[in-house]
């Protein structure tokens, strides 16, 4: 998941923020087939924090969608109706700033705790497998 991290905080290209985001409900669906591995409590706690990377990137990728879109409908629609398509568009790149801002703070949060890091301490710990053997790679690695 943390693969994606520089390309959504560049936010050059929305695909990976949608990669990060699929990655993320990979994860959580993961985690709950393996729920009973870990201790109830502190495995809630984990699973919240993959949801707030989940439901935060959610918010921007339907803004990238929606930008995507409609900026595609403005050589279809009439020369009159294009101000008010531009305003719609200008509005939805504006709440896109914020949503950056949000997954910047996201961002700050998970390397304030050292979520990386622990994350995985934490799966060792309480399943006796490390990273190294999991050897996890962003598709598309080979």
């Given at each position: 998941?943390?693969?994606?991290?520089?390309?959504?905080?560049?936010?050059?290209?929305?695909?990976?923020?949608?990669?990060?985001?699929?990655?993320?409900?990979?994860?959580?669906?993961?985690?709950?087939?393996?729920?009973?591995?870990?201790?109830?409590?502190?495995?809630?706690?984990?699973?919240?924090?993959?949801?707030?990377?989940?439901?935060?990137?959610?918010?921007?990728r339907?803004?990238?969608?929606?930008?995507?879109?409609?900026?595609?409908?403005?050589?279809?629609?009439?020369?009159?109706?294009?101000?008010?398509?531009?305003?719609?568009?200008?509005?939805?790149?504006?709440?896109?700033?914020?949503?950056?801002?949000?997954i910047?703070?996201?961002?700050?949060?998970?390397?304030?705790?050292?979520?990386?890091?622990t994350?995985?301490?934490?799966?060792?710990?309480?399943?006796?497998?490390?990273?190294?053997?999991?050897?996890?790679?962003?598709?598309?690695?080979?």
């Amino acid at each position: 998941m943390m693969s994606y991290r520089e390309g959504t905080l560049l936010g050059e290209d929305i695909e990976e923020l949608h990669a990060m985001r699929v990655a993320s409900r990979r994860l959580r669906s993961a985690m709950d087939a393996f729920a009973a591995a870990f201790p109830e409590r502190s495995f809630r706690r984990k699973l919240k924090l993959v949801k707030s990377v989940t439901d935060t990137l959610g918010a921007a990728r339907d803004l990238d969608v929606a930008i995507d879109r409609l900026t595609g409908l403005l050589g279809e629609v009439a020369h009159d109706e294009r101000p008010g398509l531009e305003g719609l568009i200008a509005r939805y790149r504006e709440n896109r700033a914020a949503e950056a801002r949000n997954i910047e703070a996201l961002f700050r949060r998970l390397d304030e705790d050292d979520v990386d890091r622990t994350f995985v301490r934490y799966v060792e710990k309480h399943t006796g497998i490390t990273v190294k053997r999991l050897a996890p790679r962003p598709p598309g690695a080979e």
